[in-house]
């Protein structure tokens, strides 16, 4: 949305989406799809021409029928890969009590309303690759990171909770 002279905001046509293999957004997709899929070489049965002979992508991420809906039933590990969980206070009490989206390599969206909650001071750590924050028998690869820096939305309003 841009705004122009007028009181009434204007969309605005966002800007395609580069097809180029050479692109960032290209390239980061096929890094972060390494987390997501598992490469496998297919057995040979057949005198086949090796050089054609590719590995078979497995997409581990456990995706269910069911419809992501508030209120819904608990994700499956793996199901959302690019998570995060935000944390308070300071380690080795770190009280982990919002939610965000891995966006890139060193950036996480969260709601406004997560960066400095009630009482809790402002958000200090980010908790990323944890399948099941209930136990640690898993196999997950948890890496948590301290928040360098955090950018509020100019417009946010605590108490409407508009542009959260």
């Not at 966006?103 to 750590?125: D, M, Q, Y």
């Not at 690869?141 to 100019?154: G, K, L, N, S």
């Not at 605590?158 to 959260?164: E, M, Q, T, V």
């Amino acid at each position: 949305i841009t705004t122009s002279t007028s009181t009434q905001p204007t969309a605005s046509r966002p800007q395609p989406i580069s097809q180029n293999p050479n692109s960032k957004a290209k390239q980061m997709c096929l890094k972060y799809s390494e987390y997501v899929f598992r490469e496998e070489e297919p057995p040979i049965l057949l005198a086949a021409n090796v050089e054609e002979i590719k590995p078979v992508k497995f997409d581990e991420c456990v995706r269910s029928g069911e419809p992501l809906v508030v209120g819904g039933t608990d994700a499956m590990p793996k199901e959302f890969p690019h998570m995060a969980q935000i944390g308070y206070g300071e380690s080795p009490r770190i009280s982990w009590l919002c939610g965000g989206s891995l966006i890139s390599e060193r950036f996480v969206l969260s709601a406004a309303h997560c960066t400095k909650p009630n009482n809790r001071g402002p958000a200090k750590w980010a908790r990323l690759g944890d399948l099941d924050t209930s136990t640690d028998s898993d196999d997950a690869q948890t890496v948590i990171a301290r928040i360098a820096e955090r950018y509020d939305h100019p417009e946010y309003d605590a108490i409407r909770l508009y542009n959260d």
